[in-house]
């Protein structure tokens, strides 16, 4: 049992360059989110997606845009990096949206230049 | 929407000493604040939540409160180790629309030996 598996560790991307920073979980959830944490930021959420085949903005969505291609699945694409979204990323999961804990990923580095 | 303020910002503190960091929230509706640790290079985990219908809960050397009609919950540990420094996050989920839950911005908590 992996929990929430995501991919890559870490990113260096230059300005301008695109990307897909992959997620799954294996606990069968039906919420999955994706948040950025910037130092004394805490964790801002970027989309979440309460059930397969919903998806909506959370606090900072500009820049982004997610897939959720099943209910395993949530991934967050940069079509344009900015260097203001050099940050990392946290995927997270939980069985019920909000009201029940949240399993996080291990995370993503991304420096970008 | 929900705003959470975390205090302090960091907390230094001697081993064996007690450690108490507090947040406070805007939305009445919110019903659910769970506490996750962080160390350093690591994913968030939960580490105790507490749920509107209770005003209190331990686990070993931690303990929620929560004082609904101020609005305000506060984590505290005691018997402090080493291995507590972390950074800690405080988080409030309303009950209603969206069930996201707003993080505070963390609290970097020193132990040293």
């Known amino acids: 049992n992996a929990g929430v598996t995501q991919t890559p560790k870490f990113q260096v991307l230059k300005t301008g360059q695109s990307m897909t920073l992959q997620c799954a979980q294996d606990?069968?959830?039906?919420?999955m989110y994706w948040y950025r944490q910037d130092p004394g930021m805490g964790l801002r959420l970027i989309y979440y997606s309460a059930s397969e085949g919903t998806t909506d903005k959370g606090e900072v969505p500009n820049g982004y845009n997610v897939s959720r291609l099943n209910k395993r699945e949530f991934s967050l694409r940069l079509e344009s990096a900015a260097p203001s979204q050099t940050s990392v990323y946290f995927c997270a999961s939980s069985e019920r949206q909000g009201r029940e804990k949240l399993f996080f990923g291990s995370g993503t580095q991304l420096s970008v230049l | 929407g929900e705003n959470v303020e975390q205090h302090p910002s960091t907390l230094s503190v001697q081993e064996g000493d007690s450690a108490v960091i507090k947040c406070t929230y805007s939305d009445s509706a919110s019903n659910y604040f769970p506490w996750y640790k962080q160390e350093l290079g690591k994913r968030p985990q939960l580490i105790i939540d507490i749920r509107s219908n209770v005003g209190e809960k331990k686990d070993q050397r931690i303990a929620v409160t929560l004082n609904k009609t101020a609005k305000h919950f506060s984590l505290h540990i005691t018997e402090t180790q080493p291995e507590d420094s972390a950074v800690y996050f405080c988080a409030a989920t309303p009950s209603g629309g969206s069930y996201i839950p707003t993080f505070g911005r963390g609290t970097s908590l020193i132990v040293h030996p």
């Open positions: 606990m069968n959830h039906n919420s």
